[in-house]
């Protein structure tokens, strides 16, 4: 082709991406999103999730989603302080007695307090002036890999061996971000560790069909494949598999992030294949007598992101914009996402009253995710299928209007 007719055809295909993607959350709203969050989240699995969707949201540069993870700076400066995600690390390390080898103590969940864990590393990386952090991180890692009760996989739960898949979420990325801040053999160490726990953790909780089990062995088991359960199962496997990915150590990690990689997809197309028309999943997601859940199906639809970002498939886009829609339309006037499971039960649906934390939490991770997405597109770094989401991403966005969407769209890339 001749350059000029080239880059003519460079700019239609750009356009062609450009129009593929909606305009997000507006700026308003995941204001209040995310200050409902920070009202809300008091147990200690809601505030790891807090933080890591504060992270990936608000303060990029210092997500395991980014080149410039590892290692993070010493010194933040004003524009990128984390200073939301440092005060759950403080609140957390200034109320734990000494005597708690965990992060939070008398849990009863092992995996819940590690999901902090990743925000005190940070903390004791940019404030050398207290070694409490890393007093507390040492002892919090010293707990799961040689206290708590375990058959090979480490249990959820502290007074018995049982496994949740909530665990992939909270135990994994700790240990992997732990393990990328050494050196040498410690950090192999602990990067094979994450991995290892995955990968027996998958061993019994998934089923042929490639969905997740919630919780296996123990007193009391729950064998369906709940929604939120997956959810926590592909993004604690995405964030292990890119903390290998930038760690220093990457090159050693081909096989183990490959398969990785073929985990994730696993649950994230066996699980789309039961969307509803109007984009939810249900709270048990092959079970069509239950309810819609509109929580899992913002954690799914962020790594179903994440994921396009990562291998250049972006075959389960429209699943995700589609969700992204349910999303949107659940999220209530005062920023509460409505529709969602009782993150405490399980199997019913959240009281009126009563919200969900984690909920709040899936949100800003979908945003952060759909925003890196976005930026991807328009750097030409991800081609979207031609067949892809202008379809059913306009649908719902009512104000996606030709001249104004671009320049929209174009606001979704980061200003920090
Ligand atoms: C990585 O961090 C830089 C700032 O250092 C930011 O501009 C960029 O958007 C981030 N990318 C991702 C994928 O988080
Ligand atoms: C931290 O960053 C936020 C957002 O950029 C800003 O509003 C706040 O003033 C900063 N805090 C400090 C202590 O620099
Ligand atoms: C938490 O913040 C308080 C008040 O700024 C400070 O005195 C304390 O040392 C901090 N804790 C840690 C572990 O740095
Ligand atoms: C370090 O932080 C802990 C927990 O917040 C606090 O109890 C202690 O006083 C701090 N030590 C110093 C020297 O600031
Ligand atoms: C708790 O541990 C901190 C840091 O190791 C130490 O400074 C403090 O004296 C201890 N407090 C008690 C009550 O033992
Ligand atoms: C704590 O931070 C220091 C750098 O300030 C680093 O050398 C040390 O390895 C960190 N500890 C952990 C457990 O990450
Ligand atoms: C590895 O961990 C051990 C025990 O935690 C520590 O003594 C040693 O200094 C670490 N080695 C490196 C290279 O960080
Ligand atoms: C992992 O990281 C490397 C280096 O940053 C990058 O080239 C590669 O595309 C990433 N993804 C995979 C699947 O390895
Ligand atoms: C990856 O998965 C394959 C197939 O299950 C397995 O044979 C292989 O050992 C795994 N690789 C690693 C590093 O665990
Ligand atoms: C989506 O469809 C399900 C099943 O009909 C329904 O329960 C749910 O309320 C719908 N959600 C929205 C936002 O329309
Ligand atoms: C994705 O595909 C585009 C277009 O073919 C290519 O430029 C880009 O390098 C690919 N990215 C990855 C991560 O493979
Ligand atoms: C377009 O995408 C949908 C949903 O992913 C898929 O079912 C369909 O086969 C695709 N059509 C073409 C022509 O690629």
Redesign the pocket.
């Given at each position: 082709m001749a350059p000029v007719l080239y880059s003519i055809a460079l700019v239609l295909s750009s356009l062609e991406a450009l129009s593929s993607l909606h305009a997000g959350l507006d700026s308003s709203v995941i204001e209040q999103v995310r200050s409902n969050l920070i009202a809300i989240a008091s147990q200690s699995w809601e505030l790891g999730t807090a933080a890591e969707a504060l992270t990936e949201l608000d303060w990029p540069a210092l997500s395991v989603f980014n080149a410039s993870a590892f290692p993070p700076p010493h010194v933040l400066n004003s524009a990128n302080n984390a200073s939301d995600v440092l005060k759950i690390a403080n609140d957390t390390v200034s109320a734990k007695p000494n005597d708690s080898l965990a992060l939070v103590a008398n849990d009863g969940a092992v995996g819940d307090p590690a999901s902090i864990g990743v925000a005190v590393l940070l903390a004791n990386w940019t404030d050398s002036s207290n070694t409490s952090y890393a007093i507390a991180a040492g002892e919090q890692l010293d707990y799961l890999l040689n206290v708590a009760p375990r058959t090979g996989a480490i249990s959820q739960r502290s007074d018995e061996v049982q496994l949740w898949a909530d665990f992939i979420y909270m135990a994994p990325p700790f240990i992997a971000y732990y393990g990328a801040l050494q050196a040498g053999d410690n950090e192999s160490y602990l990067l094979q560790t994450a991995y290892k726990q995955i990968s027996l953790y998958r061993d019994v909780l998934r089923d042929d069909d490639g969905l997740w089990r919630h919780v296996a062995l123990g007193s009391w088991e729950d064998t369906t494949h709940w929604a939120t359960g997956n959810g926590w199962a592909a993004a604690g496997m995405l964030r292990v598999l890119e903390t290998l990915n930038h760690s220093s150590m990457t090159t050693d990690f081909a096989d183990q992030t490959a398969n990785l990689t073929q985990w994730i997809q696993e649950i994230l197309s066996s699980s789309w294949q039961y969307q509803l028309e109007n984009g939810t999943l249900l709270n048990t997601i092959d079970d069509s007598n239950s309810f819609a859940d509109s929580s899992g199906t913002a954690l799914l639809a962020s790594v179903t992101y994440r994921m396009a970002v990562?291998?250049?498939d972006t075959s389960l886009i429209p699943n995700a914009d589609k969700a992204f829609q349910l999303v949107e339309s659940n999220i209530d006037g005062d920023g509460w996402l409505r529709d969602t499971v009782d993150p405490e039960t399980f199997d019913s649906p959240s009281a009126a009253d009563s919200p969900s934390p984690e909920g709040q939490a899936f949100v800003l991770l979908l945003q952060a995710a759909y925003s890196d997405y976005a930026e991807a597109v328009i750097s030409?770094?991800?081609?979207p299928s031609s067949n892809s989401s202008a379809s059913s991403g306009s649908e719902g966005s009512g104000d996606d209007d030709d001249d104004g969407s671009i320049l929209r769209r174009c606001r979704l890339v980061r200003s920090h």
């Open positions: 990562f291998t250049n030409g770094q991800v081609l």
